[in-house]
């Protein structure tokens, strides 16, 4: 039986989390559609960027042009 991506070490739970996250932010803020041919380019981005090393997501949300608002103080 085929290993699992999990078992073969490419993508854990946690990572493709962070990088649904970023994607869905970063969409949200294009106001990409996620089908769109923008949002797929995004992903690839996204996936190149983390197989590279970048795991962070703030580091991620920057990379594909934008930085994580900080929450307004009260």
Do not use: W
Request: charged content about 35%; proline content about 5%; glycine content about 4%.
């Amino acid at each position: 039986m085929p290993k699992s991506v999990y078992d073969r070490g490419l993508l854990k739970p946690d990572d493709i989390a962070r990088l649904q996250r970023v994607f869905d932010e970063a969409c949200r803020r294009r106001e990409a559609h996620p089908e769109s041919t923008e949002a797929r380019e995004l992903a690839l981005t996204l996936l190149a960027l983390h197989n590279a090393g970048m795991v962070d997501e703030d580091m991620l949300m920057e990379a594909v042009g934008f930085r994580r608002l900080e929450p307004k103080s009260a």
